[in-house]
Every structure is written in C-alpha cells, then in structure tokens.
C-alpha cells in the first residue's frame, strides 16, 4: 500500500494520475497547504522541502522498510520503475522521457508557478510595480509553451513514441485534449471539492495565522519534536 500525502493541485494530481494508470493500491493523506499542514514536524520528515505530493511506499522496491520520496518527478520515476510501467528501461528510451520529467520540474512548473503568483500579486492592487515580474515571467510562460510546441512536433506523445510519465507530468491544446480522455486523468482532475474547505468557516485569527505561517516562508527551523526524539 501507498500512502500519498497529497493536496488537489496539479503537482499532486500528476500522481494520482499515475497510480491509477498503474493500478497501484494507494490512500490519501490530506496536507491541507493552506492551514500549514506542509510545515508540521511529522510531515517534515518525509518531505524537508515542505512540499506536497510526497509518497510513503509500504511495500518498496527491493523490500525492505517503507520508503518515503517527496518531489513528484521523483515519486514518478520511482513508481514507473517499480512497476515497469511508463517509463522504457533502454538507456536511449528511459532519457527521452526522464529529460522531459526534469524539463518540466525545472522549467514549466515554476515558471508558470512565478506567473501565476504575481498575477494574483497585480490582482490584489497592494505590491505596487510589478511590471518587470509580470514581463519576465510571462515571456517565459511564452517560452517554456513553445518548447511544448517543438517537443510534440509531428509527434503524438513527448519520449519514447508512447504514452508515458513525460506525458502525464506537463500540460497544448490538441495533446491536452487527448490525455484529459484517459480515465486516470478525469479521476485526478475531478478531485478537489472534497478536500477543499469553505473559506466561511475559517476565523479572522485562523486566516491571519495561516498567512503569516505559508506567506514568505524561510528556512524552517529544525522542529522540537525531531531534537527531543535524537
């Protein structure tokens, strides 16, 4: 069984995507990243990044202790390896795609990320000029979709003339449009209003607390927990 800590974001629904492609028994283990769940002692310890999705494998590769993998280019190599699914094992083949899984860690989901963030930044009308960061991060946004563009030319899947995690971990309209018809991915896209909180039932004191605790994160301390159990 696979314990997936996971929020319905698209960072954590590439991997439910996964699991259900593979058929992988899997439970969810809700991190609420608006109410800090990412930044608790317990949680820390599987993912020091304080970042959603991260996996606890119960029954890993090689047997042994369960094996706990934050980062969702990792959980899905990971995964691809352990069952031999989505992912070629031919040097030649496995790069194809693994190329386009670090592509996408490195390039699409922050930048478009940073893009996102100061449009919602310029929404709010109170962080002034922001002409330079909506510019920057636009024209990567541009960018970083034309590479998309080259990388499906005359193609109908990303690596490996096959459908694999290169194509489940971006997002063009036609190729889009075709992976939105796999069952997996309609399950992963329809997640959401189940875990979602109605913003009503939050207190002024819990909302205020909850931004200062996610807003301008810095390095996190090493918690209590971890120093009194050494």
């Known amino acids: 069984m ?5 929020w319905p974001t698209g960072n954590g629904k590439k ?6 492609e593979l058929g992988l028994p899997y439970t ?4 609420n990243i608006g109410r800090g769940d990412q930044l608790t002692a317990a949680f820390l310890k599987i993912s020091p990044n304080g970042r959603m999705p991260a996996i606890v494998d119960h029954e890993p590769m090689g047997g042994g202790d369960p094996i706990s993998i934050f980062e969702s280019g990792a959980i899905m190599a990971y995964l691809a390896e352990k069952t031999g699914q989505f992912c070629p094992t031919d040097p030649r083949g496995k790069y194809e795609v693994l190329q386009w899984v670090n592509w ?5 989901g922050p930048k478009l990320g940073e893009q996102g963030h100061f ?3 310029l929404a709010s009308g109170k962080n002034g000029d922001l002409t330079y960061a909506l510019g920057r991060f636009d024209n990567e946004a541009h960018r970083i979709f034309g590479v998309m563009n080259l990388g499906l030319f005359n193609k109908q899947y990303f690596a490996a003339g096959a ?9 063009v309209k036609s190729w889009l449009e075709e992976m939105a018809e ?8 329809a997640l959401g209003p189940e875990f979602r909180e109605d913003p009503a039932s939050i207190s002024a004191d819990e909302q205020a607390r909850r931004a200062k605790l996610v807003g ?7 918690p209590a927990e971890w120093t009194s159990a050494a």
């Open 2 to 6: 696979i314990d997936l800590y996971f």
């Open 15 to 20: 991997i439910v995507i996964l699991l259900e």
């Open 28 to 31: 969810f283990k809700p991190i």
């Open 104 to 108: 996408q860690m490195a390039n699409q």
């Open 119 to 121: 449009r919602r930044a």
């Open 163 to 171: 459908y694999t995690i290169a194509d489940m971990i971006p997002n």
């Open 182 to 189: 796999r069952p997996a991915v309609k399950k992963a896209m």
């Open 216 to 222: 301008n994160q810095r390095a996190q301390p090493v």
